[in-house]
């Protein structure tokens, strides 16, 4: 029997789990190790911010997809990795022995050294700590709307919360803290120029061109020496790797992400695969949800494949990915490569997306 161990239940695992529920392996012991029983669709969270969804709607039972699936569910997380003895140490204290294994555990925010954030704000990742913080924060909204809220990070994800709760609390006070002249970096300039536009008829004040530095009980100190003041800060700023794979001497970025070949395999240690946002690709991409869905069929042939001692198969991300954003109000826009849209039938078409997604797993 070979050990098969799947770190983290994240987007690309989830379709491994159901590539496996539909083709077994023969002859392989399959474990999914994670720490929560479900995987929540980050395309959809803001949706449930802003009272679209049930929580259940954007939700993957990981507990259900792994007995579909007939892989053993430990609910914990990796903590370091011993990669000649072929172990993962997790946090309650267990090793799990592998043949191969394969991460696909995500990102953790970039504290992108702003004093007191982790104490003062709430940060987005862990998503499902996330998700406990806008469960408290919201009944305290509701006593107290004009508490005003600052959020610190102008990407997709930061843009989307801002408009969520925007979309929910009329009255609030809302600041959104990025450190380019426009929100949405990486997206087309009409988009951008478009997005701020939103922000102001809603009343969202933008404040571009400066950078948080410290986070306190009143709000947010920025670095051209002004505050912010708020009540509650949520901190967006981005993607950041875990340190225990570097940490166990697996080839990684300058940053810490897992390097993986074109065939999602470390070239340091060839029993390891990566893939999302935690996987440094060797054709570079953006961290988003949509290539580590995209990576989630090469990376169950090829993990099958090199069980089976067969060739495994390159992969190349695609070059243009679809972004979709909502902005609360049923209303979203949409970028590929340089061009954009916007309108309800974009918030339709993302709707549709993602519940078709959803359906997939059982959710
Ligand atoms: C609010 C918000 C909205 C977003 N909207 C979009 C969008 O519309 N489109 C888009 O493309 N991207 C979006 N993103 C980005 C997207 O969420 C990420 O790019 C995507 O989740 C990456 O998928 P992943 O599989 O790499 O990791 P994740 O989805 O983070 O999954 C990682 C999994 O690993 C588990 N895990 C974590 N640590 C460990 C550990 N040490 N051991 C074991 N298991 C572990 C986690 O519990 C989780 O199950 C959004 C992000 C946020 C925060």
């Known amino acids: ?12 695992h989830v379709h491994v789990l159901d590539a496996l529920a539909n083709t077994p392996l023969d002859d392989v ?9 479900r995987q929540i669709y980050s395309g959809m969270l803001p949706g449930w911010i802003a009272g ?15 007995d579909r699936a007939g892989c053993r569910f ?23 022995s592998f043949d191969w ?26 998503i499902e700590e996330f998700i406990g913080g806008i469960n408290h924060l919201l009944p305290l909204l509701q006593d107290n709307p004009t508490s005003p809220i600052a959020i610190v990070g102008a990407g997709a994800a930061g843009v989307e919360l801002a408009f969520a709760l925007r979309h929910r609390f009329s009255a609030t006070p809302i600041a959104l803290i990025g450190s380019d002249a426009l929100p949405l970096d990486g997206l ?57 794979p570097a940490a166990a001497g697996l080839a ?3 940053r810490g992400f897992i390097q993986v070949n074109a065939c999602l395999q470390s070239p340091s240690h060839p029993h390891v695969f990566a893939a999302g946002d935690i996987a440094a690709y060797h054709d570079p991409r953006p961290k988003s949800g949509v290539f580590a869905v995209r990576a989630g069929p090469p990376l169950a042939e090829n993990l099958r ?59």
């Not at 012991?29 to 029983?37: A, F, Q």
């Not at 679209?52 to 792994?66: E, G, M």
């Open 1 to 12: 029997m070979k050990r098969l161990v799947l770190l983290g239940g994240g987007h690309a």
């Open 29 to 37: 012991e399959v474990t999914l190790i994670t720490p929560y029983r």
């Open 52 to 66: 679209h969804y049930q929580l259940d709607q954007c939700a993957i039972d990981l507990t259900r997809l792994s």
């Open 74 to 96: 430990v609910q914990t997380r990796a903590v370091g990795l011993d990669l000649n003895g072929c172990s993962v140490l997790c946090e309650d204290g267990t090793l799990a």
């Open 101 to 126: 294994l394969s991460i696909d555990v995500g990102p953790v925010t970039a504290h992108q050294s702003i004093d007191g954030a982790s104490s003062h704000a709430l940060q987005v990742r862990p």
């Open 188 to 244: 087309p300039p009409l988009l951008r120029r478009r997005t701020l536009k939103l922000l102001r008829r809603k009343q969202i004040e933008w404040i571009g061109e400066r950078r948080a530095q410290r986070v306190t009980g009143n709000g947010v100190e920025l670095n051209d020496g002004t505050t912010v003041s708020a009540g509650h800060v949520l901190q967006v700023t981005g993607a950041a790797a875990q340190s225990w």
């Open 252 to 254: 990684t970025d300058e």
């Open 305 to 363: 494949a090199a069980m089976a001692g067969k060739p495994l198969a390159p992969w190349t991300p695609q070059r243009r990915a679809l972004y979709l954003i909502s902005t609360g109000d049923h209303h979203a826009m949409a970028a590929w490569g340089p061009f954009g849209w916007w309108g309800n039938w974009v918030w339709r078409w993302k709707d549709r997306i993602d519940r078709h997604f959803m359906a997939r797993f059982g959710a």
